[in-house]
């Protein structure tokens, strides 16, 4: 059963601006990590930010904050003032705690135009 | 400096021969994954190993091996039961807990000719 849903296979935005990927999972335990990833057209997979279930407070990372709302799980990730170093792809991943598998989402192509 | 290393970063083989994936941390960690990556897709699960000498499959292990002799070290074969071994492969670590993030390595660009 598919876990984490991203909706948005594409987006653009326009330097400068803040842009919303959104991420969805499905879950039944109450302990998990969520977990947004970079991926640069050269493929390495690049750690942004991290929120766990018990977390009161939406994680924040430099320009990167994730919008948690457990209820409706979701997790989305915002950036703040684009760059057109922001420009790949985003995945979303999810964990569950003493168990180590990750699913990750299917990803948005993110395009920073200048 | 700490990371993970996988080499050859492009592979090319000719159809119906085995390969070999190499994958080598030196992060101390635990457990360590294999995903494979097709063109515009999310990542997805051959195998994973949680310590040395024990390893599960994943979503798509059918036409794959792996062996976990070393806590460093975690190859995937990629065999000839593999019908579309054609992919971007990425190999990934993680200190154990299952609530760290995942470590990756660069990946190995397999083509099958």
């Known amino acids: 059963a598919q876990k984490i849903t991203q909706t948005q296979p594409g987006m653009f935005v326009q330097e400068k601006e803040a842009v919303t990927l959104d991420c969805t999972y499905d879950?039944?335990?109450?302990?998990?990590?969520l977990f947004w990833y970079k991926q640069p057209s050269s493929g390495e997979m690049i750690f942004l930010i991290y929120?766990?279930?018990?977390?009161?407070q939406n994680a924040t990372e430099g320009r990167y904050s994730l919008n948690f709302q457990k209820a409706r799980k979701s997790a989305n990730l915002v950036i703040s003032a684009s760059q057109l170093g922001d420009s790949a792809m985003y995945f979303c991943?999810?964990?569950?705690?003493?168990?180590?598998?990750?699913?990750f989402g299917s990803g948005t192509k993110l395009n920073v135009k200048p | 400096d700490g990371g993970i290393t996988q080499s050859p970063k492009y592979l090319f083989r000719k159809e119906g021969q085995n390969v070999t994936l190499s994958c080598e941390q030196n992060?101390?960690?635990?457990?360590m994954y294999w995903y494979r990556q097709d063109p515009g897709q999310g990542l997805r699960l051959i195998y994973y190993?949680?310590?040395?000498?024990?390893?599960q499959k994943g979503d798509i292990a059918e036409g794959y091996s792996v062996s976990r002799e070393k806590k460093e070290s975690f190859p995937l074969t990629v065999t000839s039961a593999q019908k579309n071994p054609t992919a971007f492969y990425l190999c990934?670590?993680?200190?154990?807990?299952?609530?760290?993030?995942?470590?990756f390595g660069p990946g190995t660009r397999l083509t099958v000719l």
């Open positions: 991943a999810m964990t569950h705690y003493n168990f180590n598998k990750f699913y």
């Open positions: 879950t039944s335990d109450q302990s998990y990590g």
């Open positions: 929120q766990g279930s018990y977390d009161e």
């Open positions: 992060l101390n960690h635990d457990a």
């Open positions: 190993s949680q310590i040395v000498n024990d390893f």
């Open positions: 990934a670590s993680e200190p154990g807990q299952g609530t760290n993030e995942q470590f």
